[in-house]
């Protein structure tokens, strides 16, 4: 859609030309035309750019999401970077075809060459040369309608009052604001400060914010409500009899592979969900223990063409055995065993 406008757009401009100098009129100078096209391809670049590349690196380039918590190496803070250290040639490169060690991954089988020319040019001028803010995630296109309301709770987001203050030292409304944001805001603002060093929490795989596209008629999606059709997979399945090496793996499962594949190893959930190609759904994939060699070595050295990373370099060989041993025995449907129905329908 996207492509076929700014097409139309082009083509409008250049019989506009035409038929100005047919009539002996001047036609407009090249600058003026580049300008025009510069324009529309910096803002086709934006559009990629926040619908593609911010849950990672950010609305604002400054990589500082929940998802970069989660990588390794993070993702790249275009704010720090200066031109010359992410020349075009080289950003393009990236985009086109990913980077090895890394979660990014290569798109050239998603967007057409133009589109990633775009994003990369918008990503150098926007971020590495204007250090812009680009726009914002809370807005009312995006399900966050009077997002105001929520100030009590924007200083626990800056870092302005930190996570550990003493609930007797806040204020009424700063407290009533802790509780906003310990409960709804720090599933994506977990950047917040604290005054003592160490996990204030426990990590674990959320999928937060609400699904607003699909429940925007209901009147019941939105960010203070906390309602959320992806909540019901975000319980780990109880699997009894587990062997030792099968609770390790769960244990390493629900920290490093839920975020993607969901607690209960659906994919269903909004992380997974959003991905292209979705998140794989264990409960629905044909497998057995014959296919643990290939499970531990798609785990190990991922998958091309998806956001599926190599662990290799994160996990021991003894964890990725456990991991693997954990999926099977949880999700994996074994040939003698006939097909069970998913527990919860797909959204």
């Given at each position: 859609m996207i492509r076929t406008t700014l097409l139309a757009a082009f083509r409008t401009f250049a019989l506009v030309a035409i038929a100005?100098?047919?009539?002996?009129?001047?036609?407009?100078?090249?600058?003026?035309?580049n300008i025009a096209?510069?324009?529309?391809?910096h803002e086709l670049g934006r559009q990629v750019y926040n619908f593609r590349c911010y849950y990672c690196h950010g609305y604002s380039g400054d990589a500082q999401t929940l998802a970069a918590t989660f990588l390794n190496p993070a993702p790249?803070?275009?704010?720090?970077?200066?031109?010359?250290?992410?020349?075009?040639?080289?950003?393009?490169?990236?985009?086109?075809?990913?980077?090895?060690?890394?979660?990014?991954?290569?798109?050239?089988?998603?967007?057409?060459?133009?589109?990633?020319?775009a994003v990369a040019d918008f990503i150098i001028d926007e971020f590495t040369r204007a250090k812009a803010k680009n726009t914002h995630y809370h807005t009312d296109d995006n399900g966050w309608r009077n997002h105001e309301r929520y100030r009590s709770a924007f200083p626990f987001a800056t870092g302005e009052i930190a996570l550990d203050e003493l609930n007797e030292t806040l204020s009424p409304a700063q407290r009533q604001g802790?509780?906003?944001?310990?409960?709804?805001?720090?599933?994506?603002?977990d950047r917040g400060r604290a005054r003592i060093d160490g996990p204030a929490w426990a990590i674990r795989p959320v999928t937060y914010p609400p699904d607003f596209y699909l429940l925007a008629e209901s009147g019941r999606a939105d960010g203070h409500s906390g309602f959320d059709p992806h909540?019901?997979?975000?319980?780990?399945?109880?699997?009894?009899?587990l062997t030792k090496v099968e609770k390790h793996g769960e244990r390493l499962y629900q920290k490093n592979c839920a975020f993607c594949h969901a607690a209960d190893g659906t994919g269903r959930n909004w992380?997974?969900?959003?991905?292209?190609?979705?998140?794989?759904d264990f409960s629905a994939a044909q497998s057995s223990a014959n296919d643990k060699a290939r499970l531990t070595a798609v785990i190990a050295t991922g998958i091309e063409g998806t956001s599926m990373p190599a662990w290799k370099n994160v996990l021991t060989a003894a964890e990725i055995d456990a991991v693997a041993a954990y999926v099977i025995r949880a999700f994996a449907i074994a040939e003698d065993v006939p097909q069970r129905t998913a527990s919860v329908k797909k959204l």
């Open positions: 100005a100098c047919e009539h002996g009129a001047v036609a407009p100078t090249p600058h003026v035309s096209q510069v324009s529309a391809s790249r803070n275009f704010k720090t970077s200066s031109p010359a250290e992410l020349p075009r040639e080289h950003a393009i490169d990236a985009i086109t075809n990913g980077r090895t060690g890394t979660a990014m991954k290569g798109f050239a089988g998603l967007l057409a060459k133009n589109e990633i020319q802790k509780r906003l944001f310990m409960n709804a805001c720090i599933s994506c603002h909540h019901t997979h975000e319980k780990p399945r109880a699997i009894p009899g992380i997974g969900s959003f991905l292209e190609p979705n998140a794989t």
